[in-house]
């Protein structure tokens, strides 16, 4: 089973900030939490990762609580390309432990 | 990042053939997998592709129906055995870069079986 929890479903305005929640609660302290998206059936896209610090990339922002138990996907700026399906997972980063477990993820929709 | 490309990108297949999907990658890559990923739903991991030994299942899938080779350090098939309508999925590999290993995916495979 995954280890995380998403909503099913947000909208965005667009040029907004979209905030996507996850909840982790049982992860581990040798844990990654990771974040990709799906665009229309497309190969997930990675985004980012991190571990405890919060982490920014071109593409988004990750803001993990202190406790790890859940974080926050970040889009600064919603376009309407990134509608799309995003995937909260958490992998160990102990090397030979590399598997992925996806959940249902959450559907963002950016309004126009 | 890695780029990675899937062969054939789509198919409409037949009840009962088999069906053999390409995955290559244009580096050299530690680890390569292979998902499932049904209609509506999420992804699910089948196996684990090694090079030069014989993939690493997950629990519901088993050989027989989806054997995969892997070859080299840049190259891996799928086959799709037997193939029933609910075979009908997107299958997508993706390979692991030893630097950052972060898992990165192909584009998939459209899958459907009549």
């Known amino acids: 089973d995954a280890k995380t929890t998403q909503p099913t479903s947000m909208d965005c305005a667009e040029g907004r900030a979209a905030n996507l929640p996850c909840n982790h609660s049982t992860i581990s302290g040798n844990e990654y939490v990771y974040w990709y998206r799906q665009i229309h059936s497309q190969g997930p896209q990675y985004i980012i990762h991190g571990l405890k610090n919060n982490e920014t990339n071109e593409m988004a922002s990750l803001i993990i609580t202190e406790d790890r138990k859940s974080s926050t996907l970040i889009l600064p700026h919603a376009t309407l390309r990134d509608t799309a399906v995003y995937y909260c997972?958490?992998?160990?980063?102990?090397?030979?432990?590399?598997?992925?477990?996806f959940g249902t993820g959450t559907r963002l929709k950016v309004l126009a | 990042s890695a780029v990675i490309s899937q062969k054939p990108s789509r198919d409409i297949c037949q009840r009962g053939t088999s069906l053999t999907i390409q995955c290559q990658v244009d580096s050299q890559v530690t680890m390569m997998f292979w998902y499932r990923q049904q209609p509506g739903q999420s992804l699910t991991l089948i196996a684990t592709?090694?090079?030069?030994?014989?993939?690493?299942?997950e629990s519901g899938f088993v050989i027989d129906k989806f054997p995969i080779s892997r070859p080299n350090l840049t190259f891996s098939t799928l086959t799709v055995s037997n193939m029933s309508p609910e075979d009908s999925s997107i299958y997508l590999c993706?390979?692991?870069?030893?630097?950052?290993?972060?898992?990165?995916f192909g584009p998939g495979t459209r899958l459907l079986v009549l």
């Open positions: 997972i958490v992998r160990p980063y102990t090397s030979g432990t590399y598997k992925y477990i």
């Open positions: 993706s390979v692991l870069t030893g630097g950052i290993e972060t898992q990165y």
């Open positions: 592709a090694n090079q030069g030994s014989e993939a690493t299942y």
